[in-house]
């Protein structure tokens, strides 16, 4: 083992690791290291190399140049499997499951338990070490259930605890809480902490800042593909880690609010969906931004996509300036002038093998033609006032929108509604997975378009997301409107009791 700059044995080390993709500088020069029984958190914008160096450790990318000593031995990665084998696991901020296995036989995958020589899957003993593990982590799951049919929160406890299955010596959670709300944050934090007991070094990659008092030991901060500063979370601050990140102070966590608000645009009315949406009713104002808080399973995303015409209501309402209209798909919807920005936007809401100009005029194609031939000009003039607007930072509108970060990713999505003539717009997840900075970009975007008449409802699992921008919000508990509030009287403590289902009902 290496002797870091504190004195302390390093498990692993990594040592002026650069890495270049065609056009972008990914990695400059970036060292790390990483202590065993210790979480070391490693943190900067989207786009600052973080992922990119974890998947240089793993084997996914091999680096230009640099060192890597593990245990002791310099090693050469070449694919997760054999870091996995040496005792190396990610959870990577896009899902690695199958969705059309069941939860169990994703957390087993390649390594099912067998009987008859080993010849075939022992069904009923996977189901049982299922249900074992998930006991013991204290995951509420059906070990039989499909991956297909369970919620981005519910797919992220899959990941974890598929990467806890295997004893690793490193484990690396890139962005692990995106997606759970304060409930399942608390019981991975106690996961974190029984594996910190147990010697194992974790990897923590989180934009999540407020997090790291729970569970950090060291800081490692990275910007623009280079090496900034490693620290003792004990040592600093958020606001200097902040600084740290960017390059600059962000004084003001969510920007101000200006819009006016006027008369009722949209309205929901007894909606139902199954058990997950029960007979909810909601309003939203011209110039509002309304939120919408819950826990996981609480029904919020299944009541936007029972709106938006991606799964059928079974029964209720939907008024747009006081006119009832239906939505059996979501070109229904976006014909009313309504659009969703899904939480999982590289799945539902990006095409990522697709060019930036691409993604964003698919859903305009057809208002830029003449006689069915599209009008590329006025297209790439439309793309690049939507870029220069949103400052998406992009080498060209050629560029995959895979290869962009997450926070351009979602200005991305953004920027292609904002060519439609929209009224209502449904944001879920609007912040998920990107940093500080790209975070109040995204915000400055909601309260641009609060201020243009638009409205809009803001789903988050970030509380200081729900009471930092909202006007009004709507708190769902197991599919059930549990009541409203102004966000002026509203706090974390009232928010969560009516989501645990520890407050009666407040009618609204």
Known sequence: MNLNRTGIESILS???????FPGVQALDDVSLDVKSGAVHALIGENGAGKSTLMKILTGIYTADTGTIVYQGDVIHPKNPREMADRGVSIIHQEFNLIPHLTVAENIFITREPRKFRNTIIDDKRLIEETKKLLR???????????????????????????????????????????????KEVQKLFEIIRDLKNRGVAIIYISHRLEEFEAIVDEVTTLRDGRYVSTSRWSDTSIPQLVRNMVGRSLDNQFP???????????????????RQVNDISLKVRKGEVVGLAGLMGAGRSEFARAVFGADRMESGTLYLDGREFVTR?????IHNGITYL???????GLFLDLEVQQNIMYATYSDNAVMGVVDDKRCRKKVDRVIRDLQVKTPTVKQLVGNLSGGNQQKVLIGRWLLKDLKVFIFDE?????????????????????????????????MPEILGLSDRIYVLCEGRLMGEMDAREATQEKILRLASGLTERIPA
């Open 14 to 20: 990594m040592k002026n690791i650069s890495k270049k």
């Open 329 to 333: 798909s979501p070109s229904d919807a």
């Open 342 to 348: 899904p939480e999982d936007r590289k799945l539902d």
């Open 256 to 274: 101000e609010r200006n819009h006016d608000v006027g008369e009722i645009v949209f309205e929901a009315r007894n909606i139902r969906r199954g």
């Open 430 to 462: 609007p912040t998920r997975g990107i940093d500080v900075g790209a975070k109040f970009e995204v915000y400055n975007l909601i309260n641009r378009l609060a201020e243009q008449g638009a409205a809009i409802i803001m789903i988050s699992s970030e």
């Open 136 to 182: 013991h982590l204290d995951i509420s799951l059906d070990p039989k259930a499909k991956l297909a049919k369970l919620s981005v929160a519910e797919k992220q406890m899959v990941e974890i605890t598929k990467a806890l299955a295997v004893n690793s010596e490193i484990l690396v959670l890139d962005e692990p809480t995106s997606a759970l709300a304060e």
